[in-house]
T-cell receptor, first 116, second 118 residues
Framework: NAGVMQNPRHLVRRRGQEARLRCSPM?????VYWYRQLPEEGLKFMVY????????ESGMPKERFSAEFPKEGPSILRIQQVVRGDSAAYFC??????????????FGDGTRLSIL | GENVGLHLPTLSVQEGDNSIINCAYS??????FIWYKQESGKGPQFIID?????DKRQGQRVTVLLNKTVKHLSLQIAATQPGDSAVYFC?????????????????FGQGTILTVHP
């Protein structure tokens, strides 16, 4: 499967724990985006990264949330001290290097985070 | 407690009919639009896209129409099949001149549930 890979597919955490969500973009894609989806809603943008750089984090809460896309390895979305309101599906998308062109973002199948 | 969640628009059609799903987008500075299909438990799947300098684009069984005057986008599916049943989302992207560092991120619409009856 050469698509966007996310793991884990399901993650259960207790309040106050940390959640780490991983995303490996499609081969050849150097742009990664994270989105959050609540039930019966559209996806909401969180953060846009290129290798080792955060380009736009305007949709990500300032506290408890962080994201990285290191030179080697997957992109990580990290949520510290999780609360019940963090329960959602988190999707990662990637697109090719040439962002100035009209290249659609391709999505993974998401991580469903449940907070007990 | 009372359920105050959102209720998505729904469209029910018979197999073989044509389907039209509509979307009103929010920003006149958007220059690129995408339709995605999302099945239960899966991520959005790309269907078709269109640039703002076009008003129509056709794919296999699908057509996207763009009306910039009223900021309206539609997806037409010909000969709808049960496998087309899913939630359909439109998404817009700000143009590079207007978006700044926001260029690249997608803003999604609410979504429409399409149900195709055999």
């Amino acid at each position: 499967n050469a698509g966007v890979m996310q793991n884990p597919r399901h993650l259960v955490r207790r309040r106050g724990q940390e959640a780490r969500l991983r995303c490996s973009p499609m081969k050849g894609h150097s742009h990664v985006y994270w989105y959050r989806q609540l039930p019966e809603e559209g996806l909401k943008f969180m953060v846009y990264l290129q290798k080792e750089n955060i380009i736009d984090e305007s949709g990500m809460p300032k506290e408890r949330f962080s994201a990285e896309f290191p030179k080697e390895g997957p992109s990580i979305l990290r949520i510290q001290q999780v609360v019940r309101g963090d329960s959602a599906a988190y999707f990662c998308a990637s697109s090719p290097r040439t962002i100035q062109g009209n290249q659609p973002q391709h999505f993974g199948d998401g991580t469903r985070l449940s907070i007990l | 407690g009372e359920n105050v969640g959102l209720h998505l628009p729904t469209l029910s059609v018979q197999e073989g009919d044509n389907s039209i799903i509509n979307c009103a987008y929010s920003n006149s500075a958007s220059d690129y639009f995408i339709w995605y299909k999302q099945e239960s438990g899966k991520g959005p799947q790309f269907i078709i896209d269109i640039r703002s300098n076009m008003d129509k684009r056709q794919g296999q069984r699908v057509t996207v129409l763009l009306n910039k005057t009223v900021k309206h986008l539609s997806l037409q599916i010909a000969a709808t099949q049960p496998g087309d049943s899913a939630v359909y989302f439109c998404a817009e992207r700000l143009g590079s001149n207007a978006g700044g560092t926001s260029y690249g991120k997608l803003t999604f619409g609410q979504g429409t549930i399409l149900t195709v009856h055999p």
